[in-house]
C-alpha cells in the first residue's frame, strides 16, 4: 500500500471518524473552547515516553487505557524518495515482499495469528517512510512483537516468492495508475512540481524499472534500512511503559545492527522559471478539474512558525466549507462542485500547497481557473482577517485532539512526524505552536510561497468546450 503525509490536521481527518475529545476543554463566554486550553494540551497525553534500545531502536509508547487493545507499529526510515535511480519502486516492493516469511517464521504464518486472535494488520509505504502495523487485544502483544522482530532480521526470500509479487505490484500499478487517468496526471504533475527531487517519482515505481528488480535488489535494500537503528517502534493503547520496554528487549532487543544508512541527503527541490502546465485528456474523464500546486518548506525544512502558518493558511484558503474558495466558488458563485486547498507539512525536504477545483456543468474551466487564483490574489493583497486566524486554529486544534479517539491515529501521527525529521516533543507541542499563529505571519507566508508561480494541471474528458475547435 502506498500512500502520502500530511499535516497533522489532515492526517486526523483522514483517518478518524470523531467521536468526542478525550481530553477536557473549558469554554469561553461564548461557549466555544477556548484556544489558550487548547494550546495548552499535549497531543497523546503526558504518559507519552521514548527510550533507545543499546541496538539503536526508538520506542514510543502511547498509553490508552480505555479499552484493552494496542496498537503496534515498526516505522523504518526509508521510503520511495530514498531509492538509488534506476530501482523505483523497490521500498513498496519490498515492504509486499515482508510477508513471504522468515528463517522461523513459514510464509502466511504471522497473518494467520494475527486473524486467529482477531486482529488486523496493514502495512503502507511513503516516499519518506515504510510501516508495519497490527491491532490486537493486549495480551497478545509479545506475540506480534516476537514476530515483527524476527522479520526484522531474519526475512528470507526466493526467487519463486519474488517473481510473483513482482506481478503483483505490476497489477497495482495497472489498476491504481494506468487504468485512472487522474493517477497518470498526478505522476506528470510531480515530475514537474519536483524538479531534480525524488518526490517526483512515483512511490509504486516506474512499470519498465519494476520489471527490473529482483531478489538482490530487495535482500540489499533490507539490509541498508531494515536495521533497528534505522526503526521506529510505537506502541499505542493499555499498556505501561515498563511492560512495553521490557517487551521490546525481549524480543527487538536481540535484533543486531546490520547497517549505518547514513544521512538522508537527497537532491534539493528546484524552483525554475516559466509557467509549468500539465495536461490530460481521457474518455474516461466525466467531469474536468483543475489543480495548482507550489513548492513550500515542509514542517523539517521550515524557519520557526512558517510551517503552522501554511498550515492554517491553508485551512482559511481551502479547509472546509467555510474557506475562502468553497464559499467563493462553491456557494457564492455556483461555479464548481467543489474546491479546496491543503498542506502536505510532514515531509522530510520541500513540500507541495495544492489548490483544486472542479466546474459545475456549463462552467468553463478557464473562468473557474481565473476565479479560483482571484481568490488566492486577494488573499495575498488584502491579508486574512483575526476572526478567520482564530475560527482556522479552533477548527485545527480540535480536529488535532479529537485524533486521539482512535489508537491507531494517534500512533501514526507520531510515526509519520518521526521519519520526517520531528520529534515527540514537537508532536506533543503541536496546539501551542498553532495557537501563536498570527494573521501577519499568515499572509507573510502567502506571500512568500503563493506570490511564486505555480504549477497547473488539467483534468479534461476527450472532447470539452477548451479544446473543441
Do not use: C
Not at 467531469?287 to 495548482?292: A, G, T, V
Not at 479547509?319 to 491543503?342: C, F, H, P
Request: charged share 25%; no cysteine; glycine share 6%.
Amino acid at each position: 500500500m502506498t500512500g502520502r503525509s500530511l499535516s497533522l490536521k489532515a492526517l486526523a481527518l483522514s483517518l478518524v471518524v470523531f467521536a468526542g475529545p478525550i481530553l477536557p476543554v473549558t469554554a469561553d463566554t461564548t461557549g466555544k473552547a477556548s484556544i489558550e486550553d487548547f494550546s495548552k494540551v499535549r497531543i497523546g497525553g503526558a504518559d507519552v515516553s521514548e527510550n533507545t534500545l543499546e541496538n539503536g531502536l526508538k520506542v514510543i509508547v502511547i498509553p490508552d487505557r480505555r479499552a484493552p487493545i494496542v496498537t503496534h507499529m515498526v516505522w523504518y526510515r526509508v521510503g520511495g524518495a530514498d531509492e538509488e535511480p534506476g530501482k523505483s519502486g523497490l521500498a513498496h516492493f519490498l515492504e509486499h515482499l515482508m510477508f513471504k516469511g522468515t528463517k522461523n517464521t513459514p510464509e502466511g504464518e504471522f497473518s494467520q495469528k494475527v486473524a486467529e486472535v482477531g486482529g488486523q494488520e496493514n502495512a503502507f509505504t511513503s516516499q519518506d517512510y515504510t510501516a508495519y502495523y497490527q491491532q490486537v487485544a493486549k495480551e497478545h502483544l509479545e506475540m506480534v512483537m516476537g514476530y515483527e522482530a524476527d522479520r526484522m532480521s531474519n526475512l528470507v526470500l526466493t526467487e519463486k516468492q519474488v517473481n510473483p509479487e513482482r506481478d503483483v505490484v505490476l497489477e497495482e500499478r495497472s489498476q491504481r495508475v494506468d487504468r485512472n487517468p487522474s493517477a497518470r496526471l498526478s505522476e506528470t504533475f510531480d515530475q514537474v512540481l519536483f524538479p531534480n527531487n525524488p518526490y517526483g517519482t512515483p512511490i509504486i515505481g516506474w512499470k519498465n524499472e519494476i520489471i527490473s528488480l529482483n531478489k538482490d535488489d530487495a535482500i540489499a535494500f533490507y539490509d541498508k534500512y531494515y536495521t533497528p537503528n534505522n526503526a521506529i517502534l510505537i506502541v499505542a493503547g493499555d499498556v505501561e511503559t515498563d511492560d512495553v520496554l521490557k517487551l521490546a528487549k525481549k524480543t527487538y532487543g536481540k535484533v543486531e545492527q546490520r547497517a549505518e544508512p547514513g544521512p538522508r541527503d537527497r537532491p534539493k527541490v528546484q524552483i525554475v522559471p516559466g509557467n509549468r502546465e500539465v495536461t490530460l485528456q481521457s474518455d474516461q474523464v466525466a467531469q474536468p478539474s483543475l489543480r495548482h500546486g507550489w513548492i513550500v518548506p515542509s514542517s523539517t525544512t521550515a524557519e520557526a512558525g512558517e510551517s503552522e502558518a501554511l498550515e492554517v493558511l491553508s485551512d482559511i484558503l481551502g479547509g472546509g466549507a467555510n474557506s475562502r474558495l468553497y464559499t467563493k466558488l462553491v456557494i457564492e458563485d455556483q461555479l464548481a462542485t467543489s474546491s479546496g486547498a491543503w498542506y502536505q507539512s510532514t515531509a522530510l525536504d520541500d513540500t507541495r500547497f495544492m489548490l483544486y477545483a472542479s466546474p459545475k456543468d456549463g462552467i468553463e474551466l478557464d473562468k473557474l481557473e481565473d476565479e479560483a487564483l482571484a481568490v488566492v490574489n486577494n488573499l495575498l493583497e488584502n491579508g486574512v482577517t483575526a476572526d478567520e486566524v482564530e475560527r482556522s486554529k479552533r477548527s485545527m486544534m480540535a480536529s488535532a485532539i479529537y485524533a486521539q479517539d482512535k489508537q491507531d491515529v494517534l500512533a501514526r501521527i507520531f510515526g509519520t512526524a518521526m521519519t520526517t525529521g520531528g520529534s515527540v516533543e514537537e508532536v506533543q507541542t503541536w496546539p501551542a505552536r498553532i495557537a501563536k499563529v498570527t494573521p501577519e505571519q499568515v499572509q507573510a507566508a502567502a506571500q512568500k510561497y503563493l506570490s511564486q508561480t505555480s504549477v497547473a494541471s488539467y483534468l479534461l474528458p476527450a472532447t470539452t468546450p477548451e479544446n473543441a475547435e
